[in-house]
Nanobody
Framework: QVQLVESGGGSVQAGGSLRLSCAAS??????MAWFRQAPGKEREGVAA????????VYADSVKDRFIISRDNADNTLYLQMNSLKPDDTAMYYC??????????????????WGQGTQVTVSS
Protein backbone atom coordinates (compact mmCIF):
# COMPACT_ATOMS: atom_id res chain seq x y z
CA GLN A 1 0.00 0.00 0.00
CA VAL A 2 1.37 3.35 -1.01
CA GLN A 3 1.57 5.81 1.85
CA LEU A 4 3.27 9.15 2.35
CA VAL A 5 3.04 10.77 5.77
CA GLU A 6 4.35 14.30 6.34
CA SER A 7 5.31 15.83 9.66
CA GLY A 8 7.20 18.83 11.01
CA GLY A 9 4.97 21.73 10.03
CA GLY A 10 4.11 24.50 12.44
CA SER A 11 4.20 28.22 13.10
CA VAL A 12 7.39 30.25 13.09
CA GLN A 13 8.43 33.88 12.87
CA ALA A 14 10.04 35.29 9.77
CA GLY A 15 13.71 34.39 9.62
CA GLY A 16 13.17 31.14 11.49
CA SER A 17 13.60 27.53 10.38
CA LEU A 18 11.53 24.37 10.15
CA ARG A 19 12.29 20.84 9.01
CA LEU A 20 9.64 18.79 7.26
CA SER A 21 9.74 15.01 7.02
CA CYS A 22 7.89 12.59 4.75
CA ALA A 23 7.89 8.90 5.57
CA ALA A 24 7.25 6.78 2.48
CA SER A 25 6.12 3.17 2.44
CA UNK A 26 5.17 0.69 -0.22
CA UNK A 27 7.80 1.38 -2.85
CA UNK A 28 11.22 2.87 -3.45
CA UNK A 29 10.54 6.01 -5.41
CA UNK A 30 12.89 7.38 -8.04
CA UNK A 31 11.64 10.97 -7.74
CA MET A 32 10.44 12.62 -4.55
CA ALA A 33 9.42 16.22 -4.18
CA TRP A 34 7.86 18.87 -2.00
CA PHE A 35 5.00 21.02 -3.20
CA ARG A 36 3.09 23.79 -1.47
CA GLN A 37 -0.26 25.41 -1.89
CA ALA A 38 -1.42 28.66 -0.34
CA PRO A 39 -5.11 29.59 -0.16
CA GLY A 40 -6.36 30.78 -3.54
CA LYS A 41 -3.15 29.80 -5.33
CA GLU A 42 -2.09 26.88 -7.49
CA ARG A 43 0.04 24.08 -6.14
CA GLU A 44 3.69 25.01 -6.60
CA GLY A 45 6.71 22.74 -6.87
CA VAL A 46 9.29 23.67 -4.24
CA ALA A 47 12.08 21.12 -4.50
CA ALA A 48 12.72 17.63 -5.85
CA UNK A 49 15.36 14.96 -5.51
CA UNK A 50 16.23 11.83 -7.47
CA UNK A 51 17.18 8.54 -5.83
CA UNK A 52 19.92 7.92 -8.39
CA UNK A 53 22.81 10.26 -7.70
CA UNK A 54 20.84 12.44 -5.32
CA UNK A 55 20.58 15.32 -7.76
CA UNK A 56 18.21 18.11 -6.73
CA VAL A 57 16.00 20.73 -8.32
CA TYR A 58 14.72 23.88 -6.62
CA ALA A 59 12.21 26.57 -7.39
CA ASP A 60 13.84 29.98 -7.70
CA SER A 61 11.73 31.26 -4.81
CA VAL A 62 13.40 28.89 -2.32
CA LYS A 63 16.86 28.43 -3.79
CA ASP A 64 19.64 29.06 -1.23
CA ARG A 65 17.09 28.91 1.64
CA PHE A 66 15.63 25.39 1.45
CA ILE A 67 17.48 22.08 1.30
CA ILE A 68 15.87 18.84 0.17
CA SER A 69 17.38 15.52 1.15
CA ARG A 70 16.38 11.89 1.42
CA ASP A 71 17.41 8.85 3.39
CA ASN A 72 17.05 5.96 0.96
CA ALA A 73 17.58 3.38 3.70
CA ASP A 74 14.59 4.71 5.66
CA ASN A 75 12.68 5.85 2.58
CA THR A 76 12.25 9.27 4.17
CA LEU A 77 12.25 12.67 2.50
CA TYR A 78 13.22 15.89 4.25
CA LEU A 79 12.93 19.61 3.61
CA GLN A 80 15.08 21.93 5.71
CA MET A 81 13.58 25.41 5.46
CA ASN A 82 15.72 28.34 6.56
CA SER A 83 15.24 32.11 6.47
CA LEU A 84 11.51 31.60 6.24
CA LYS A 85 9.35 34.40 4.90
CA PRO A 86 5.61 35.09 5.27
CA ASP A 87 5.28 34.21 1.56
CA ASP A 88 6.35 30.66 2.46
CA THR A 89 3.08 30.18 4.37
CA ALA A 90 1.22 27.27 2.77
CA MET A 91 0.20 23.66 3.10
CA TYR A 92 3.22 21.58 2.17
CA TYR A 93 2.80 18.24 0.42
CA CYS A 94 5.16 15.38 -0.22
CA UNK A 95 4.94 13.67 -3.62
CA UNK A 96 6.59 10.56 -4.98
CA UNK A 97 6.94 8.88 -8.35
CA UNK A 98 8.31 5.53 -9.47
CA UNK A 99 9.86 7.21 -12.52
CA UNK A 100 12.71 9.63 -13.05
CA UNK A 101 10.57 12.62 -13.86
CA UNK A 102 12.08 15.08 -16.39
CA UNK A 103 10.05 17.95 -14.90
CA UNK A 104 9.93 17.11 -11.21
CA UNK A 105 8.43 20.44 -10.10
CA UNK A 106 5.32 19.87 -12.19
CA UNK A 107 2.55 18.35 -10.09
CA UNK A 108 0.90 16.44 -12.93
CA UNK A 109 1.20 12.67 -12.85
CA UNK A 110 2.87 11.96 -9.53
CA UNK A 111 2.05 8.44 -8.30
CA UNK A 112 1.48 9.36 -4.68
CA TRP A 113 0.76 12.33 -2.45
CA GLY A 114 0.80 12.90 1.27
CA GLN A 115 -1.98 14.55 3.23
CA GLY A 116 -0.07 17.79 3.80
CA THR A 117 1.40 19.67 6.72
CA GLN A 118 0.74 23.35 7.42
CA VAL A 119 3.57 25.88 7.59
CA THR A 120 2.73 29.37 8.85
CA VAL A 121 5.31 32.16 8.91
CA SER A 122 4.44 35.37 10.72
CA SER A 123 6.10 38.73 10.15
Amino acid sequence: QVQLVESGGGSVQAGGSLRLSCAASGYTYKTMAWFRQAPGKEREGVAAIYSRGGSTVYADSVKDRFIISRDNADNTLYLQMNSLKPDDTAMYYCAADLRDRPSPLSALGYNAWGQGTQVTVSS
